[in-house]
């Protein structure tokens, strides 16, 4: 049976989007309503909503809240249909690198161009097109964890980088799910979770969400990883992914491309967990994902104060890319994918 986390990151809820506000954990654990599509371009921009799946969703939530503010904008259904998928393409650029947002918005954008309903119609295609993938991403997520557990030894000591659990899904989590299928077949499993500078998802995030589903966390700053595992004290590392390339390359949160080289020099398994929607079979390697840049103020402050000297230069890339070479295996809802990947991931695509 499948651990049941208590956390719900994303839902739509009558004619609005509800979230967690994640720019606020660990001090506070609240909800904010999301009630038009400009206000979800900026909660996926400010990071209110993180996490690949969960922005994921949050732009198929925007793309249906653009739909409803132009039911009052347009009489003419082809001057609708035409400016809700320019939206729809607009709401993709609010975060560059994670492909989930780009891939859902789609989504949304073929309802969009398959419907023969009237305007009202297509918001509430829309609106069904956008529950449906928020409740798949769920299911999506538990199959990955049943997948990944099958990998974790019993007693595990399990090393993670940022935050790809419930809060960065709608639910349950991919890297974390395999983290709590584990904990289901096996009370002794733990995790070790790097801080994750500049943002903290780690610390901030990760933590606050095993500590509130009982699953033991240690805490360690980014730069404690090798130390661990060169102690013998780290079995196994499981990370999330912003966007796969079709050989395997894998972006995530910057700093997981060390993780990376320091457990290949211990050979300790490095393994990644993500959907389907994340790979984008568009792009042959690593070296054609985009790469944000983000402000120089996560790197020079923390909880608002200065920490360095205000006239040092910042360079603050959110993700790096961990070539596949280092990757024992990328965990899916179907199953463990593993090397050569340009061969297992282009017959798991054939599968679905």
């Known amino acids: 049976m499948a651990f049941e986390s208590k ?3 994303i839902e739509w809820v009558d004619n609005y989007s509800r979230m967690v506000d994640q720019t606020v954990i660990p001090y506070e654990y609240k909800f904010v309503n999301i009630t038009d599509g400009e206000k979800m371009f900026n909660a996926i921009r400010d990071m209110i909503v993180r996490g690949a799946p969960a922005i994921g969703i949050a732009g198929a939530h925007g793309v249906v809240l653009f739909a409803q503010e132009g039911v009052n904008k347009f009489d003419n259904r082809e001057k609708f249909v035409n400016w809700l998928i320019e939206k729809a393409e607009y709401m993709k650029t609010s975060r560059p690198t994670a492909v989930n947002l780009m891939w859902a918005c789609q989504k949304q954008i073929d309802v969009i161009k398959a419907s023969t309903s009237d305007i009202k119609g297509i918001v509430d295609e829309l609106k069904e097109n956008a529950i449906k993938l928020e409740n798949e ?5 538990k199959k990955i964890g049943d997948y990944g557990a099958e990998v974790v030894p019993k007693g595990a000591t399990i090393l993670t980088h940022c935050n790809a ?3 960065a899904t709608v639910g349950y989590g991919t890297a974390l799910g395999v983290v709590r299928s584990a904990y289901a077949k096996d009370n002794t499993v733990q995790v070790f979770a790097d801080e994750t500078r500049p943002r ?3 610390a901030r995030i990760t933590t606050f969400e095993l500590a509130m589903d009982g699953i033991p966390v240690t805490l360690i700053t980014d730069g404690m990883c090798s130390y661990f595992m060169k102690k013998g004290m780290i079995d196994m590392v499981v990370v ?4 796969i390339a079709a050989n395997g390359d894998t972006a995530n949160k910057i700093g997981t491309y060390t993780v990376a080289i320091a457990a290949k020099y211990h050979n300790i398994p490095f393994y990644i967990a993500a959907p389907l929607s994340t790979i984008d079979t568009s792009i042959a390697t690593g070296e054609e994902i985009v790469i944000e840049e983000r402000s120089r103020e996560e790197v020079t402050h923390i909880n608002g104060k200065i920490i360095c000297s205000d006239k040092v230069n910042v360079i603050n890339p959110g993700f790096d890319v961990t070539p596949h070479e280092l990757i024992a295996g990328i965990i899916t809802e179907k199953g ?7 061969k297992s991931i282009a017959e798991a695509f054939k599968a679905v």
Not at 240 to 243: M, N, S, T
Not at 336 to 342: A, E, F, G, Q, T
């Open 200 to 202: 903290q998802q780690g």
């Open 240 to 243: 999330g992914a912003d966007r």
């Open 137 to 141: 991403d769920i299911e999506i997520n």
């Open 336 to 342: 463990i994918l593993r090397p050569d990947y340009n």
């Open 7 to 9: 956390i719900k990151t």
């Open 165 to 167: 659990g419930a809060l």
